[in-house]
């Protein structure tokens, strides 16, 4: 029953004191959030500790009320991530990157490829390396914005007011990227008869 509420049901279930419907949001985007902590912070430890303040602070924030409901759920708690990220480095003094190379980081799923054979599967597993390295190469804010979009599954609107950019800004470092590693992958060995990731 609560597995198949929307969100901001959810969150109206649980400041009427239903615990277990946190519980809901928290497994269903426990995922994501975590996987955007670790791709920018690229330590495991630090990850799960700055996980762990994002949760605390959704929770204290709604228990408060000064959650709006107009908003989605998952931008906000991502917003709350991002803010925490950049505190992280602030207090060690060092600008974040981001991490392309890590496992959960699955941007790739937009390879279709049949997987018909051990050597259908190979041939795949070839091209998401392969793409995850192209992807590396991107300028840091092309980067950022394919992996908000692909991965993270965020509206433009909502990476421009994450990134502090305007949505054109947005857009266009979307276009570049695609257009950017479009150019990478026709200089690699990839099978790009059989991908297709625009």
Same mark, same amino acid.
């Given at each position: 029953?609560?597995?198949?509420?929307?969100?901001?049901?959810?969150?109206?279930?649980? %400041?009427?004191?239903?615990?277990?419907?946190?519980?809901?949001?928290?497994?269903?985007?426990?995922?994501?959030?975590?996987?955007?902590?670790?791709?920018?912070?690229?330590?495991?430890?630090?990850?799960?500790?700055?996980?762990?303040?994002?949760?605390?602070?959704?929770?204290? /924030?709604?228990?408060?009320?000064?959650?709006?409901?107009?908003?989605?759920?998952?931008?906000?708690?991502? *917003?709350?991530?991002?803010?925490?990220?950049?505190?992280?480095?602030? *207090?060690?003094?060092?600008?974040?990157?981001?991490? /392309?190379?890590?496992?959960?980081?699955?941007?790739?799923?937009?390879?279709?490829?049949?997987?018909?054979?051990?050597?259908?599967?190979?041939?795949?597993?070839?091209?998401?390396? %392969?793409? *995850?390295?192209?992807?590396?190469?991107?300028?840091?804010?092309?980067?950022?914005?394919?992996?908000?979009?692909?991965?993270?599954? %965020?509206?433009?609107?909502?990476?421009?007011?994450?990134?502090?950019?305007?949505?054109?800004?947005?857009?266009?470092?979307?276009?570049?990227?695609?257009?950017?590693? *479009?150019?990478?992958?026709?200089?690699?060995?990839?099978?790009?008869?059989?991908?297709?990731?625009?």
């Amino acid at each position: 029953m609560l597995q198949m509420m929307e969100d901001k049901e959810l969150v109206r279930m649980y %400041l009427k004191g239903n615990h277990a419907s946190f519980e809901v949001l928290l497994s269903r985007h426990k995922r994501k959030v975590f996987s955007y902590i670790y791709m920018l912070v690229k330590d495991r430890a630090t990850a799960e500790d700055i996980f762990q303040d994002v949760f605390i602070k959704v929770i204290h /924030t709604l228990q408060a009320g000064k959650y709006n409901e107009e908003g989605k759920f998952l931008p906000w708690v991502m *917003r709350i991530s991002h803010n925490l990220i950049i505190d992280h480095f602030r *207090r060690e003094k060092k600008m974040p990157g981001i991490k /392309t190379q890590d496992e959960d980081f699955d941007i790739f799923k937009l390879i279709r490829i049949p997987e018909q054979s051990a050597e259908d599967k190979m041939i795949r597993e070839q091209n998401v390396a %392969l793409v *995850r390295e192209l992807i590396k190469k991107l300028p840091k804010e092309q980067k950022e914005v394919l992996i908000l979009r692909h991965y993270a599954d %965020l509206s433009f609107n909502d990476i421009a007011e994450q990134t502090g950019v305007s949505i054109n800004t947005a857009l266009g470092r979307m276009r570049y990227a695609l257009i950017n590693l *479009r150019k990478l992958m026709e200089k690699s060995p990839l099978e790009t008869s059989e991908v297709n990731i625009f």
